[in-house]
């Protein structure tokens, strides 16, 4: 089963984009470093908060994620539809891949621009990669930490320069069915088809939930 036909039939109707939860009604919104800021007050970065946030979204991660399970590791890239360069194989998996034999089994597919933007859907369209692998395939500690970094002037980073946006990672959990992506520093999200999947994060991590979405959750958890 390749990626669509698994999205398909798991996620009927899903696009795999940033903020799933608005599209999946079963899943949790994570804030990560509460009340903590990415700058000090003399305007140097945090590096405290970023640990802080490093750590929090390894901790969801590894609950989410067994050694067993099986994993499809998704890129999206996002490209000018009249660029001249050559989509080449993602940095992601070049340097956080433990097995360098499973770079040859890297997907490419060509897919419509995922937002909801009609003057820049004419102008752009979307490189999706990805991999089936597992969790002791990955560097998966340098994916995370490259996921949080997304506006900030730290290593590792994930940017190309012929990429639009930075590419959006998402793994996706084939054995337990459920995807979890992080979009910055300030939190991540996990969806899945099944509300008792997600059962153990909501509780080990309900002071995480993301405020403004905390009384729907709890009414999922109910």
Same mark, same amino acid.
């Given at each position: 089963?390749?990626?669509?036909?698994?999205?398909?039939? /798991?996620?009927?109707?899903? #696009?795999?984009?940033?903020?799933?939860?608005?599209?999946?009604? $079963?899943? #949790?919104?994570?804030?990560?470093?509460?009340?903590?800021?990415?700058?000090?007050?003399?305007?140097?970065?945090?590096?405290?908060?970023?640990?802080?946030?490093?750590?929090?979204?390894?901790?969801?991660?590894? &609950?989410?994620?067994? @050694?067993?399970?099986?994993?499809?590791?998704? $890129?999206?890239?996002?490209? =000018?539809?009249?660029?001249?360069? =050559?989509?080449? =194989?993602?940095?992601?998996?070049?340097?956080? #891949?433990?097995?360098?034999?499973?770079?040859?089994? *890297?997907?490419?597919? /060509?897919?419509?621009?995922?937002?909801?933007?009609? @003057?820049?859907?004419?102008?752009?369209? /979307?490189?999706?990669?990805? *991999?089936?692998?597992?969790?002791? &395939?990955?560097?998966?500690?340098?994916? +995370?930490?490259?996921?949080?970094?997304? &506006?900030?002037?730290?290593?590792?980073?994930?940017?190309? @320069?012929?990429?639009?946006?930075?590419?959006?990672?998402?793994? +996706?959990? +084939?054995?337990?069915?459920? #995807?979890?992506?992080?979009?910055?520093?300030?939190?991540?999200?996990? +969806?899945?088809?099944?509300?008792? /999947?997600?059962?153990?994060?909501?509780?080990?991590?309900?002071?995480?939930?993301?405020?403004?979405?905390?009384?729907?959750?709890?009414?999922?958890?109910?």
């Amino acid at each position: 089963m390749n990626l669509q036909e698994y999205l398909h039939t /798991t996620f009927p109707g899903l #696009i795999l984009k940033p903020s799933l939860y608005l599209q999946w009604e $079963t899943g #949790i919104h994570f804030e990560l470093a509460k009340e903590m800021y990415q700058f000090k007050d003399n305007g140097k970065l945090n590096l405290k908060m970023f640990d802080l946030v490093y750590s929090q979204a390894l901790s969801i991660f590894n &609950d989410l994620f067994s @050694e067993q399970d099986e994993i499809f590791l998704v $890129t999206n890239v996002y490209h =000018r539809k009249n660029s001249t360069s =050559r989509t080449k =194989r993602m940095k992601v998996y070049v340097n956080s #891949i433990k097995n360098k034999n499973l770079k040859f089994h *890297l997907k490419q597919e /060509t897919l419509p621009y995922v937002f909801d933007d009609e @003057e820049e859907a004419n102008e752009y369209y /979307t490189s999706q990669f990805y *991999l089936k692998c597992s969790k002791q &395939d990955l560097r998966y500690p340098l994916l +995370i930490k490259a996921a949080c970094n997304e &506006d900030f002037s730290l290593k590792p980073k994930f940017r190309q @320069e012929k990429g639009l946006y930075y590419p959006d990672v998402f793994f +996706i959990n +084939i054995s337990k069915n459920l #995807i979890f992506f992080i979009y910055d520093d300030r939190g991540c999200e996990v +969806i899945s088809d099944n509300k008792e /999947t997600l059962r153990l994060v909501y509780e080990k991590y309900h002071d995480w939930l993301y405020e403004y979405n905390r009384e729907e959750m709890k009414q999922l958890f109910a």
